[in-house]
């Protein structure tokens, strides 16, 4: 069974259930999986929960 896990920042739930429909379509057609046997986990991490070179990614000012 495969299982995708996928860290982001955090993102409307219509694009997370259109990412998880794709991902499932690909696992099924390339490993001839059942699509149902496929997992995706989404991990979603605010800006005060990462760093990049040193900087908080609520600091950075493109965020």
């Known amino acids: 069974m495969p299982i995708v ?3 982001q920042f955090p993102r409307d739930l219509a694009q997370k259930r259109e ?3 794709r991902i499932t ?5 390339v490993y001839g999986t059942k699509p149902e046997s496929v997992q995706v986990f989404f991990s979603e991490v605010d800006g ?3 760093a ?5 990614g609520c600091d ?3 965020r």
């Open 25 to 29: 379509e690909a696992f099924a057609e």
């Open 60 to 62: 950075t000012p493109s």
């Open 5 to 7: 896990t996928i860290q």
């Open 19 to 21: 990412l998880a429909r």
């Open 48 to 50: 005060e929960s990462w």
């Open 52 to 56: 990049k070179g040193g900087v908080m």
